[in-house]
C-alpha cells in the first residue's frame, strides 16, 4: 500500500514540472511552449523548448506575457 502511495505522488510531482506555458507577443500572437521560458544571461532573448522538443529563442522586446496555460 504505502509504495502505491509513493508512486502516485511521485507521478503527481512529476506532471507538475510538465506544464505548458503561453507567451503573448507585442503582436498580439501567442507561442505555446513545452518548458517555461527562461532569460539569457545577457537579458536579450528568452530561451525555451517548442512543442517538437526543439530549443530556440524569441527576443525579450517581443515577449509582453508569460503564463501557464
Known sequence: MKVLL???VAAV???GCAQRYKM???N???ISTSS???LNKAGNA????DHQGKETWISAGR???IAPE
Not at 46 to 49: A, L, R
Request: net charge positive.
Open 46 to 49: 528568452y530561451v525555451y523548448k
Open 63 to 65: 515577449v509582453l506575457e
Open 6 to 8: 509513493l508512486l502516485a
Open 28 to 30: 498580439g500572437n501567442s
Open 24 to 26: 503573448t507577443l507585442t
Open 13 to 15: 510531482a512529476l506532471l
Open 36 to 38: 517555461k521560458p527562461k
